[in-house]
């Protein structure tokens, strides 16, 4: 983490994410479409407005009906 800015002056933005994925704020967020399962990679930006970085990470959506 970035300890020298206060969270609250730091920005999120995905890079790359499922189209059914967007940031409120300091939060990622999404409902999946119906037959949206499977691994999707997610990658997001942090940044101060000088300096940013990259995190690349991985979701999985799985269909949870009841049989």
Request: hydrophobic residues 30%; glycine residues 8%.
């Amino acid at each position: 983490s970035d300890s020298d800015t206060p969270e609250e002056n730091l920005a999120l933005t995905l890079v790359n994410a499922p189209s059914w994925m967007s940031v409120d704020g300091k939060k990622v967020y999404g409902i999946p479409t119906v037959g949206s399962e499977g691994q999707y990679k997610l990658k997001i930006r942090v940044s101060d407005g000088e300096h940013s970085s990259v995190k690349e990470s991985y979701i999985l959506i799985e269909n949870n009906e009841a049989n």
